[in-house]
């Protein structure tokens, strides 16, 4: 018997370009799983639209609406688990989850950093790099945990940083190794191809 493709939510609150992405690899077949809704904290995310022109379903939800961020994410939950959702992929998903959201989903909620954490986290890692003057960054995908871009990584690979680099360059760059990393990384979840040991992930290739 043919195995269920496993089904994805992807978050984002903004431009969804590594959303686009994925859904892209999703449509040709490339990642063997199925986007079974997008989710987002703001209804006029520029990747709301992205989602209808890849005909997924499009959800978003104002946390303003709601008296506290337990029953907005209460009301998350619940609309995840109608839609049988396996795995959450966050894509510039701009709000810190609540451990009611993380314990409904042990260890399948993925984010993409556009950074070689653990250096700088946070929104604004790209800039923050450049700023430093670090001479490499990077991207990293990892499994969220409780703390803020933090839990066990998947997948990271570095990006050089030239004296000579603008910051919209770098940014570039760092983008354009994002919409590799990512389907690579979702790749092997949905193929259940690795297995974590404490803050290891194991992969088998
Ligand atoms: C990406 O750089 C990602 O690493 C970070 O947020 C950004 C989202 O960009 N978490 P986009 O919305 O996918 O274009």
Same mark, same amino acid.
């Given at each position: 018997?043919?195995?269920?493709?496993?089904?994805?939510? +992807?978050?984002?609150?903004? #431009? =969804?370009?590594?959303? /686009?992405?994925? @859904?892209?690899?999703?449509?040709?077949?490339? !990642?063997?799983?199925? !986007?079974?809704?997008?989710?987002?904290?703001?209804?006029?995310?520029?990747?709301?639209?992205?989602?209808?022109?890849? #005909?997924?379903?499009?959800?978003?939800?104002?946390?303003?609406?709601?008296?506290?961020?337990?029953?907005?994410?209460? /009301?998350?939950?619940?609309?995840?688990?109608?839609? #049988?959702?396996? %795995?959450?992929?966050?894509?510039?998903?701009?709000?810190?989850?609540?451990?009611?959201? %993380?314990? @409904?989903?042990?260890?399948?909620?993925?984010?993409?950093?556009?950074?070689?954490?653990?250096?700088?986290?946070?929104?604004?890692?790209? #800039?923050? @790099?450049? /700023?430093? =003057? @670090?001479?490499?960054?990077? +991207?990293?995908?990892?499994? +969220?945990?409780?703390?803020?871009?933090?839990?066990? !990584?998947?997948?990271?690979?570095?990006?050089?940083?030239?004296?000579?680099?603008?910051?919209?360059?770098? /940014?570039?760059? +760092?983008?354009?190794?994002?919409?590799?990393?990512?389907?690579?990384? %979702?790749?092997?979840?949905?193929?259940?191809?690795?297995?974590?040991? =404490?803050?290891?992930?194991? !992969?088998?290739?």
């Amino acid at each position: 018997m043919k195995k269920a493709l496993k089904r994805l939510a +992807v978050f984002a609150s903004g #431009r =969804g370009s590594n959303f /686009e992405n994925i @859904a892209r690899q999703v449509k040709k077949g490339k !990642i063997r799983a199925e !986007i079974a809704l997008f989710f987002s904290d703001n209804p006029d995310a520029p990747a709301m639209e992205k989602a209808k022109k890849f #005909r997924i379903e499009a959800l978003a939800l104002s946390p303003k609406n709601y008296s506290s961020k337990e029953i907005f994410e209460k /009301e998350v939950v619940r609309i995840l688990n109608e839609r #049988r959702i396996d %795995i959450i992929v966050l894509a510039g998903y701009m709000r810190i989850l609540g451990p009611d959201l %993380i314990r @409904a989903f042990p260890q399948r909620i993925v984010n993409i950093h556009p950074a070689l954490l653990p250096a700088f986290k946070g929104a604004h890692a790209i #800039r923050d @790099a450049y /700023e430093y =003057g @670090a001479q490499v960054t990077g +991207v990293t995908v990892h499994y +969220v945990d409780a703390q803020v871009d933090h839990g066990p !990584i998947i997948l990271q690979k570095e990006v050089k940083i030239s004296p000579k680099d603008s910051l919209d360059a770098l /940014e570039k760059k +760092v983008h354009k190794l994002e919409y590799k990393l990512y389907p690579r990384a %979702i790749k092997l979840l949905v193929a259940g191809k690795f297995k974590i040991v =404490g803050r290891k992930v194991l !992969i088998f290739r």
